[in-house]
């Protein structure tokens, strides 16, 4: 389900939001009079490099949880957008899918870790680049960037179409690093460019910092430190969402698939569940 920020609150005319955005992000955000042209888009590629063969197995077996077709509709990315992923890591979940889709025509930029990385993020990092080094034909013209906070351009600035970031913000939370990531974002994107956030959705019942340490993330408290930093909530989407999601367990977020920190304890539980309920969140550069 997609819904758009009412016009009233956020203080911008839906005329005005509309006309600061790409044409793809138009449609996104206004997919019910817009559904025709939606139709239209050239989607077809992006199905077939989600079901492709450069994917691999254990990426597609996540598939029904984070709905990769559906959120990159969403976000609006075409074939030729300058995308930035934050933090994409050595499975490259996100990285199989938008770096192949984007390689021709547009530009995809890994944000990765930078020097001050502990050892294990470091050996991901080094996990990573060897993965792009292997398939040239996808990952060949991959631009790979240092990212921690705002100490780093992750783009030249104003260039990105797209800063994507996905179950991360809960760590720069925890870390007190949020507020440097976000001017980080919003230097690298284009004004009109559009900010893509998920995360982990926290209680409406316990305070943000009750649940911190859980790894959740209260949606309106994402939405309203992100609008603080100069954006603003153009359209949510309930794709990820997943009401068996308790959010109550001894490890956190990180009890549930595909981690399983507690080991082979309640696993079955666990997988029933699945991965965990998440917000999807669209912001644009104003």
């Given at each position: 389900m997609l819904t758009t920020r009412n016009a009233h609150t956020s203080g911008f005319s839906r005329r005005t939001v509309l006309a600061a955005l790409p044409p793809a992000v138009v449609i996104a955000a206004s997919l019910a009079p817009f559904a025709a042209s939606a139709e239209a888009q050239p989607t077809d590629r992006l199905a077939d490099l989600i079901a492709g063969p450069q994917r691999s197995p254990g990426n597609k077996a996540r598939d029904q949880y984070r709905h990769p077709y559906e959120v990159l509709k969403f976000f609006g990315v075409r074939d030729n957008s300058v995308v930035v992923e934050v933090l994409p890591?050595?499975?490259?979940?996100?990285?199989?899918?938008?770096?192949?889709?984007?390689?021709?025509?547009?530009?995809?930029v890994a944000a990765g870790r930078d020097p001050s990385a502990s050892a294990g993020y470091q050996a991901d990092h080094a996990k990573m680049l060897a993965k792009y080094a292997?398939?040239?034909?996808?990952?060949?013209?991959?631009?790979?960037?240092?990212?921690?906070?705002?100490?780093?351009?992750?783009?030249?600035?104003?260039?990105?179409?797209f800063v994507l970031t996905f179950r991360n913000m809960h760590n720069w939370l925890e870390r007190k690093e949020i507020d440097g990531a976000l001017r980080a974002f919003y230097k690298a994107l284009k004004p009109g460019g559009i900010l893509g956030v998920a995360d982990h959705r926290g209680r409406t019942d316990m305070s943000q910092e009750a649940q911190m340490k859980n790894g959740y993330v209260r949606q309106d408290f994402a939405t309203d430190l992100i609008e603080k930093a100069g954006f603003k909530l153009i359209g949510t989407s309930e794709v990820k969402a997943n009401p068996k999601d308790t959010k109550d367990y001894p490890q956190g977020v990180w009890s549930l698939p595909p981690t399983y920190r507690e080991g082979?304890?309640?696993?079955?539980?666990?997988?029933?569940i699945g991965e965990s309920d998440r917000f999807v969140l669209m912001f644009v550069k104003s």
């Amino acid at each position: 389900m997609l819904t758009t920020r009412n016009a009233h609150t956020s203080g911008f005319s839906r005329r005005t939001v509309l006309a600061a955005l790409p044409p793809a992000v138009v449609i996104a955000a206004s997919l019910a009079p817009f559904a025709a042209s939606a139709e239209a888009q050239p989607t077809d590629r992006l199905a077939d490099l989600i079901a492709g063969p450069q994917r691999s197995p254990g990426n597609k077996a996540r598939d029904q949880y984070r709905h990769p077709y559906e959120v990159l509709k969403f976000f609006g990315v075409r074939d030729n957008s300058v995308v930035v992923e934050v933090l994409p890591g050595s499975a490259g979940y996100w990285t199989e899918i938008l770096a192949p889709y984007v390689k021709d025509k547009g530009l995809y930029v890994a944000a990765g870790r930078d020097p001050s990385a502990s050892a294990g993020y470091q050996a991901d990092h080094a996990k990573m680049l060897a993965k792009y080094a292997a398939d040239p034909a996808n990952y060949g013209k991959v631009q790979v960037t240092p990212f921690h906070a705002d100490t780093y351009e992750i783009a030249t600035p104003g260039s990105a179409d797209f800063v994507l970031t996905f179950r991360n913000m809960h760590n720069w939370l925890e870390r007190k690093e949020i507020d440097g990531a976000l001017r980080a974002f919003y230097k690298a994107l284009k004004p009109g460019g559009i900010l893509g956030v998920a995360d982990h959705r926290g209680r409406t019942d316990m305070s943000q910092e009750a649940q911190m340490k859980n790894g959740y993330v209260r949606q309106d408290f994402a939405t309203d430190l992100i609008e603080k930093a100069g954006f603003k909530l153009i359209g949510t989407s309930e794709v990820k969402a997943n009401p068996k999601d308790t959010k109550d367990y001894p490890q956190g977020v990180w009890s549930l698939p595909p981690t399983y920190r507690e080991g082979d304890k309640d696993r079955a539980k666990y997988a029933a569940i699945g991965e965990s309920d998440r917000f999807v969140l669209m912001f644009v550069k104003s």
